[in-house]
């Protein structure tokens, strides 16, 4: 509980303007060609020079910009020479305090493009370096990044599944549950704050909303079988999940509260997995109605079945972009599974992974980056990668057993 306090405080942290310096430049899309940021060495505000702080950040620009796209990010001493950006940090201490200066110049337009001041404690240090990450790709893009969102997952911890969180590079992990049970299928609320999830541990598989501030939970659905597979409605006011309290694996909308609202599904296959489209007219599921488990989508009161996967015998854990245009899900074949990505209408499906096992899909929250759970390495750990597969890179930490990820808004 302690630790979740903790969270709570360090993510109430607010970026100040920096008056008339924080000038944007207004790009709309990715340039066709890779800019080029140079990361200057970090300078000091005020108090002692902290080297460890400059390079805590410049590792995490690096890190965050260079698996953004479109840019590449040269460090300090790798000179200044064709930069078309210059990142700059400055820090300061006062006490338990700190105050962070980040300034994104332009040498050709003589002028910083994006400038912001950050002030918190020394554990704010990366949330705030990320929000600054955030600030660059909104200026050349012109849509804020995720960076400073959080990963819910399930962990294996000593034979039973336990859920944590951490930032979507691995760092600063915080456990949510601790119950000695198995929880599973982590999904956050639209707000970031909370996250319902299934859990084993008053025996029945139960669906739980739990707030991650305060730690308060409570039962939603404890009816008579399988509660889960939860998902958030766009709005949050709603969620779909799965119940075979009549017997077979249905899909159920139900409040908040968990009071039923509706019947989605009635047929005698298994019905499972589902997951709203960001206008929330719709869900995305799957279905072995046809013989074998493939993607569907539907109405979100159930009409309008359409098929959506005609490739591949085992089709599952689908999941819908936030941007719409695209649906995650994972396929069985060769003796593991791999990530593909379908548009709405079935056209271009696409794999993209090929090595090791990879399962749960799931998007970050402005659709440019999907998270997903690997055995490539051994075990089970949890990777990043772009929309079209490119720049897998592993966030777990250490001897990893992570599995079914999801990625917030930004606390």
């Not at 300078?43 to 002692?48: K, N």
């Not at 969180?165 to 691995?170: E, H, R």
């Not at 074949?333 to 499906?349: K, V, W």
Request: hydrophobic content about 35%; glycine content about 10%; overall charge positive.
């Amino acid at each position: 509980m302690k630790r979740i306090i903790l969270l709570c405080l360090l993510l109430l942290v607010t970026p100040q303007l920096m008056g008339a310096a924080d000038q944007y430049l207004d790009v709309t899309a990715p340039a066709n060609t890779k800019q080029q940021i140079y990361l200057a060495p970090a300078t000091t505000l005020s108090g002692p020079a902290l080297p460890e702080v400059g390079r805590e950040l410049a590792e995490l620009f690096l890190f965050d910009l260079n698996l953004a796209g479109p840019f590449t990010v040269v460090p300090a001493e790798g000179g200044s020479a064709g930069a078309n950006l210059i990142l700059k940090t400055a820090y300061g201490t006062s006490g338990t305090n700190l105050t962070i200066e980040c300034r994104l110049f332009d040498p050709v337009l003589n002028r910083d493009i994006a400038a912001k001041r950050y002030t918190g404690g020394m554990k704010d240090l990366r949330r705030m370096g990320h929000a600054f990450s955030d600030e660059v790709l909104r200026v050349r893009t012109g849509q804020k990044g995720p960076f400073t969102g959080k990963l819910a997952y399930a962990s294996k911890v000593s034979g039973n599944k336990e859920l944590f969180v951490m930032d979507y590079d691995g760092f600063n992990t915080q456990r949510v549950t601790n119950n000695g049970s198995i929880n599973l299928n982590p999904d956050f609320a639209p707000s970031g704050r909370e996250i319902i999830y299934t859990s084993y541990k008053k025996g029945n598989p139960d669906l739980y909303r739990r707030e991650l501030y305060s730690g308060v939970e409570a039962r939603i659905s404890a009816r008579s079988g399988l509660n889960a597979m939860g998902s958030f409605s766009p709005d949050g006011s709603r969620i779909a999940v799965v119940l075979t309290k009549d017997g077979n694996s249905e899909i159920y909308l139900i409040s908040r509260e968990g009071k039923e609202l509706a019947r989605l599904t009635r047929s005698h296959a298994i019905d499972v997995s589902p997951a709203w489209s960001p206008d929330g007219t719709r869900l995305v599921f799957v279905s072995d109605r046809l013989g074998k488990p493939q993607v569907f989508t539907m109405n979100a009161d159930g009409s309008d079945v359409k098929r959506l996967t005609t490739n591949g015998a085992y089709n599952v854990t689908p999941r819908w972009s936030p941007k719409g245009d695209r649906i995650a899900y994972a396929r069985q074949g060769g003796g593991g599974f791999q990530i593909y990505a379908i548009n709405p209408d079935g056209t271009q499906d696409t794999q993209l992974t090929t090595q090791g096992s990879n399962e749960h899909p799931r998007w970050s929250p402005d659709g440019r980056f999907i998270v997903f759970s690997s055995s490539r390495d051994g075990g089970e750990a949890i990777y990043v990668m772009r929309a079209d597969g490119s720049a897998q890179t592993k966030v777990s930490r250490g001897r990893a057993r992570d599995s079914h990820p999801t990625w917030s808004a930004a606390w």
